[in-house]
């Protein structure tokens, strides 16, 4: 039942869209499923660097959920963020696209990958200096030529969002970063797919902060990773990072430290990974 | 459409009945009055919307040489709004206002709309250029 007359620019067709339509809907579940599972591997081959790598099915590697990164300021989201743009460089799977309004001065976690120059070479930096500026590049990135990027990453959200955006402005920020990775997955290719991570500054614990924005936000990325400041010891920062995504895997968290050099270690919660010397004060392994 | 669409979710109910509907339409190229009686309930007077907006060839596709997608839907007010293909946001006040609510989804008669035109496979389709397209994606960056 397929008839299609053209008038003018617009066709107005009765589309046969059956398998696209059903193969969407029946796969769904299915594809995020395994999506939050490739996720949340990223994540733990990122975090788990010291345990046995597991095997990551190629199968998995379809449309991997949106991830929300949120921790208060310093608790290392750009070094996590950097680690997963190093951690996909060398999968070979394309070009990492990182966005943040201002150049890293330094390059956080100051490990043997870190200073790979071919990995390096894959990421690619933009810096747009506005809200307006950002959107622009999502509404464009379409355009864009050359090899089509597998992981999308931005930086600082929180500083896109305080330009006194309003609630449905801060929307379309959100589902214009959706909507470009969704775009840069179909590009690739199917069983392939183009990951996100979005961090976002949170007030420090105890500061309110706009809850309205934050829950915003929490819809359009179900999956989020929260970074929580643990008792710090002497000359190195603690922190727990709990990943939650979003009802569709498994809860994972892990404990992340910063060295005074820079040098991130991380070990899955509860094992503590903060100095045994300064064993002071960090929280047991209960987690609620 | 992208499989990022699955993101931002539907209720599992409602997936489920679009899924009914489709199968229905497959078959019978119309929806049944049974599912039509479940829509008005889920979704109140912005069903009979969504149906209207259907019925008048209100939505359009509109796609680039690039491969990514936006919807189009001429409101009834005679303004037309953007819905982005892979997730769920309209430039309609409504929408807005759905924002707004934290226990809605984030849905308002012209994104249920596009739901049912994709559903009922019948839609206006636009070829725009590349640039065409950003021009559009960009238009709905908000006015203060």
């Known amino acids: 039942m397929d008839n299609s007359q053209t008038n003018g620019e617009a066709k107005c067709i009765v589309t046969n869209e059956a398998s696209a339509w059903e193969g969407l809907r029946a796969g769904t579940g299915r594809q995020l499923r395994r999506g939050t599972l490739w996720m949340a591997e990223t994540l733990r081959r990122v975090l788990g660097r010291g345990r046995a790598a597991e095997p990551v099915e190629e199968s998995a590697a379809e449309a991997e959920p949106p991830l929300l990164l949120l921790g208060g300021p310093g608790s290392g989201k750009t070094a996590l963020l950097f680690a997963a743009a190093l951690e996909a460089a060398g999968d070979g799977r394309g070009p990492v696209l990182f966005l943040t309004r201002r150049p890293l001065q330094s390059l956080p976690n100051r490990t043997r990958a870190a200073l790979d120059p071919l990995r390096l070479q894959k990421i690619r930096f933009q810096y747009p200096p506005s809200t307006g500026e950002l959107l622009q590049l999502l509404c464009s990135a379409h355009e864009a030529r050359g090899p089509t990027p597998a992981l999308l990453l931005l930086d600082g959200l929180e500083e896109y969002l305080a330009e006194d955006l309003g609630h449905q402005e801060a929307a379309y920020l959100a589902a214009l970063l959706l909507d470009t990775a969704a775009h840069f997955s179909h590009r690739v290719g199917p069983g392939r797919g183009c990951g996100l991570i979005v961090a976002l500054q949170t007030p420090e614990e105890g500061d309110s902060g706009d809850a309205l924005q934050l829950s915003l936000l929490q819809r359009y990325f179900p999956a989020q990773c929260w970074l929580h400041l643990e008792a710090p010891g002497p000359g190195q920062r603690c922190f727990r990072a709990c990943l939650e995504p979003g009802g569709l895997g498994p809860r994972a968290e892990w404990s992340v430290a910063f060295q005074p050099d820079g040098e991130m270690t991380v070990t899955p919660w509860p094992t503590q990974a903060c100095d045994p010397s300064s064993n002071k004060g960090s929280s047991s392994g209960g987690h609620p | ?144």
Request: hydrophobic share 45%; with cysteine.
């Open chain 2, 1 to 144: 459409m992208a499989d990022a669409l699955a993101v931002v979710t539907l209720p599992t109910v409602v997936e489920e009945l679009l899924n009914e509907m489709a199968a229905a339409v497959q078959e019978s190229a119309q929806i049944p009055d049974e599912h039509l009686l479940s829509l008005k309930f889920i979704f109140g007077s912005s069903a009979i919307q969504a149906l209207d907006l259907v019925d008048q060839q209100s939505i359009t596709l509109i796609s680039s040489p690039s491969g990514r997608q936006v919807y189009q839907v001429l409101g009834s007010s005679g303004k037309t709004y953007i819905c982005l293909a892979s997730c769920h946001y309209c430039s309609c006040p409504a929408f807005a206002f759905s924002v707004l609510r934290k226990s809605d989804s984030l849905l308002c008669k012209h994104v249920l709309a596009v739901y049912l035109s994709q559903v009922m496979r019948t839609c206006q389709q636009l070829s725009v250029s590349d640039k065409q397209l950003t021009e559009i994606l960009m238009q709905k960056k908000q006015k203060a």
